[in-house]
């Protein structure tokens, strides 16, 4: 049955979702690089790439990469086997469906985990070179705090778009009007509504939103709903868990009880 | 080995299967009926991808649907042509069993035996995606056997194969059988599927129309005027020659397309008679098929 895990790990690596995934994953890269390109050229500006780093790692990884990743791969775990109509292949061995699932959706967590990291990694590097090694080494245990927490945000994810993948027929479009719709807009709501959200947890856990100045943003009202709304880091991750187990629950009983009808049905 | 009782599927207001009952033992059944007559919602059935609106299937006393552990006894070639085309066919065939839970090396030997008795080594290390039908047929046909199942579950395994290629499938399926395996085959042409068993099953509109003997179903299908295309090099000529046997009854010429189909009543003869004719007249043919219509006809006289 692990073997699934391999067999998907190849699938996705040779799909042509992988490619786009590593270009969106090189966005960061080049936006940090131009960044780094500007504060040199211009040495009398105000940029300060250290100052600026929470906040563009905030946008371009938990707003940007991150969610449009999972959806495109997430939307995928169930969908594309249906679309391609190899689902048949996959459903008529002797192996549970629910591995079938949730090793596809692991092999997307470990791919597109791998490019957001790598990302994230070249984006920090760039982003605080200027600022010595010493700076450098002290920011890493932040740097690997926003890692797990991006891995965590993509296990909740990607079983949700998988979810959505296999009961949607446009999953993709309701994919990214949920992130960029419901998850963009109301994890800044005051009230409660932001629990809602996968979003809000993300937040409260990625050290960069927590390191963020006030002044350094002024009062703006995403520096002030950043630094007021925050839910534990142990609450955070205990909800993240449980979403991440019941989006995948949600995601397998779906293959166990949905059937998929194929063009040669009748 | 097979049991199904009163089984139905419906998707919505269409009957996809109505109201099936039958056994099978081991041995070669084949599947006879049209495009779109419930063949392949069957085998779907059978192989658990859809669940019975009504009635019930097991394999060896067991319930199929939702029930992984018994599909380790069936193997399943499907009717649509779709693959990881990245893949090899080494490693398309390979990679089925090892996740059916063979070990690498065990997978690899079972990979290479399964391939090797569908004539595919010399093509085993290239991708999927350069294979031609024919091939593609071979090796799906290989992952449906490498894991040595009981039960062979195949949907016209031999659409889009030459010749060679068929007469070789026929064969093996044959011997599967002989070999004391549970194999359905289906298929809309009923010679493939009288060379390969004499028990069948014919289908149409998701209902079972006649059961048994493939000699009976035949005297039944040969009463019916048999409609066979010709495309050849020299229409008129041909088409003067056949219609000088009595059996012919009407024969329609294109001469731009270069294409005649001839309606007999004798198919054996008529197919036995031709190459003769085209030897004798220096009439090359190029294909020869007949259409599916026909069968439906048939199925339409047997439902009156």
Known sequence: MG????????????SRRAVWILVMGMIPVAAALVLLLSSR?????????????????????????LPLAAVFTGTAVIGDEVEERTLQY???????????????????????GAVILVSFALTYIIMTAGSGQARLARGIPSF???????????????????????????????????????ESAVAWFPGNARFLTVAHYLHSLFPETIRIDPDSIGNSFFGIAISANRTPATISIAVLLTMAALFTALMTVLLYRKEYRLEQDS | MIRIDNLSKWYGQVIGVNDLTFETEPGVTGFLGPNGAGKTTLLRLLTGQLRPSKGSILIDGQPVWNNHAILRKVGYCPELDVFWNYLTGRKFVTGFMRIHGFDSEESQGRAAKAISLMGMEKHQDKKIGSYSRGMRQRIKLAQAIAHDPD????????NGMDPIGRHQTMQLIRRLGEEGKTVIVSSHVLHEIEEMTDTILLINHGSLLAEGNIYEIRRLIDSHPLQVSIMCDNVNILTAKLLEYDDVKSVQFDRQSSRLTAETVSPDEFHMRLPAIALDNGIRIHSLWSPDENLEAVFDYLVR
């Open chain 2, 151 to 158: 039960v062979l579950l195949l949907d016209e395994p031999l």
């Open chain 1, 3 to 14: 073997y699934l895990f391999i067999f998907f790990l190849r699938d996705g690596i040779h």
């Open chain 1, 144 to 182: 690997l705090r926003s890692c797990g927490a991006m891995i965590l945000g993509l296990a909740v994810y990607m079983p949700l778009f998988g979810f959505i993948g296999g009961v949607l027929k446009k999953p993709v479009f309701a994919g990214l009007l949920f992130v960029f719709g419901w």
């Open chain 1, 41 to 65: 050229i211009f040495e009398n500006s105000d940029l300060n790439l250290r100052l600026i780093y929470p906040q563009f790692t905030y946008l371009m990884f938990l707003h940007f990469l």
């Open chain 1, 90 to 112: 996959l459903i008529t061995r002797p192996v549970p469906r629910w591995s079938i699932v949730a090793f596809k959706a692991l092999a997307g967590v470990v791919t597109v």
